[in-house]
Every structure is written in structure tokens, then in C-alpha cells.
T-cell receptor, first 115, second 114 residues
């Protein structure tokens, strides 16, 4: 399985500010995914990030609020912009293993609290 | 699009007993069904998965069954132990050569009573 790291692991932010979350994978992968997990809830896909093209956003998520970068095959960032308390969640990145096995592995997550 | 329903939302079983979690999916094109375990404060971890060309898969105390006709699949944990306490998520996706998004169920909080 891929080794996935995220930074920061947690942060407390003021409303109206932005936070950029980094996701690093130890091998080259085609797709990276960003999820949100609100307290006590399931995982909701925010967007799919393919290297060299614009991210594909799910219904209810827009690029202006959650801009994503994918500069190479091992790295991606998710920015949570103009934050409000409703953005308080855990944000996780995930990726498939190389070879396209369909299995997704998750990073450790970033716990965001917006005051 | 795909919709995955999961039941029950909470489950409490006596240590040593079995636990069963059930999921249904809506898209008949889904062909890959992973199960994830998430302990408190940790990331979701894949524990077992099954593809649509298989009806059952076992890994020690864990088994998953799939009924394609009825579009439902289940997780079975036998001889439960305290370390099985966690939230379990089922998921479904249309696997293939291009990465497909995984749709998760709502989760089941499993508690093992000593």
C-alpha cells in the first residue's frame, strides 16, 4: 500500500482565513482524492485531482471554496478558503495503489477547527 | 449516481459473539466493495474487500458476502474482541482502469461489551 502523509495534522483557524493542507505520497499515483469527514459522519468526496488537469469537484463543492493543486504525481494540496465554523471537519486525502487495483488508502487526516 | 445505505448505525455485541453489518447499493454497475475500519482519531483502514465476480471472501475472523442480484453486501465478524470496537464503513465503486470515486455508507459504530 502507498504511504501517505498530510500536513498539518491539525489546526485552529479564525473565520475568514484560509488554510492549505498538503498531501504527500511515497510513490507516483494517477489520481488523488480529497474527502471531508464532519464530526461523527461518513466520508464525503470533495474532489478528484489528476496531475496536469483541473480537479473534478463533486456536487456541493466549488473550486473557489476548495482550490486544489496537483503539481506532480506524488503531491497535492487542498485549500479551504474564507473559512467559517461550518468548515470544521477532518480533511483526508487518499489515493489508489499503483497498478490501478481500485483500493484506496487514506492519509492520516487534518483536523480543522474554525473559530 | 451511486447511493450506499448501511445498517445498523450502532451495534453492541458481547465479546465472543458475532457482528453483522449490512449495506445496499443502487448502481448495478458497481463492482468493487471495500470495507474500512476507523478507530477513534485514526484514518480509515481497509480491512477487506470483494469484487462482483465473487460471492464471499474470508480473512481470519472477517468475512464479506455479496449478493449482486439483490445489490447488497454484508460484513461478518466472528469471535469479536475488544479491539474490534470502531466505526465500520462499507463502500461501493465502479472499479476499472481509470480511478473511480468511492461512495461510502453512513457508518456503523460497533461496540464490544466485555
Amino acid at each position: 500500500s502507498a504511504v501517505i502523509s498530510q500536513k498539518p495534522s491539525r489546526d485552529i483557524c479564525q473565520r475568514g482565513t484560509s488554510l492549505t493542507i498538503q498531501c504527500q505520497v511515497d510513490s507516483q499515483v494517477t489520481m488523488m482524492f480529497w474527502y471531508r469527514q464532519q464530526p461523527g459522519q461518513s466520508l464525503t468526496l470533495i474532489a478528484t485531482a489528476n496531475q496536469g488537469s483541473e480537479a473534478t469537484y463533486e456536487s456541493g463543492f466549488v473550486i473557489d471554496k476548495f482550490p486544489i493543486s496537483r503539481p506532480n504525481l506524488t503531491f497535492s494540496t487542498l485549500t479551504v478558503s474564507n473559512m467559517s465554523p461550518e468548515d470544521s471537519s477532518i480533511y483526508l486525502c487518499s489515493t489508489e495503489t499503483s497498478g490501478g487495483t481500485d483500493t484506496q488508502y487514506f492519509g492520516p487526516g487534518t483536523r480543522l477547527t474554525v473559530l | 449516481g451511486e447511493n450506499v445505505e448501511q445498517h445498523p448505525s450502532t451495534l453492541s455485541v458481547q465479546e465472543g459473539d458475532s457482528a453483522v453489518i449490512k449495506c445496499t447499493y443502487s448502481d448495478s454497475a458497481s463492482n468493487y466493495f471495500p470495507w474500512y475500519k476507523q478507530e477513534l482519531g485514526k484514518r480509515p483502514q481497509l480491512i477487506i474487500d470483494i469484487r462482483s465476480n465473487v460471492g464471499e471472501k474470508k480473512d481470519q475472523r472477517i468475512a464479506v458476502t455479496l449478493n449482486k442480484t439483490a445489490k447488497h453486501f454484508s460484513l461478518h465478524i466472528t469471535e469479536t474482541q475488544p479491539e474490534d470496537s470502531a466505526v465500520y464503513f462499507c463502500a461501493a465503486t465502479k472499479g476499472g482502469s481509470s480511478a473511480s470515486k468511492i461512495i461510502f455508507g453512513s457508518g456503523t459504530r460497533l461496540s464490544i461489551r466485555p
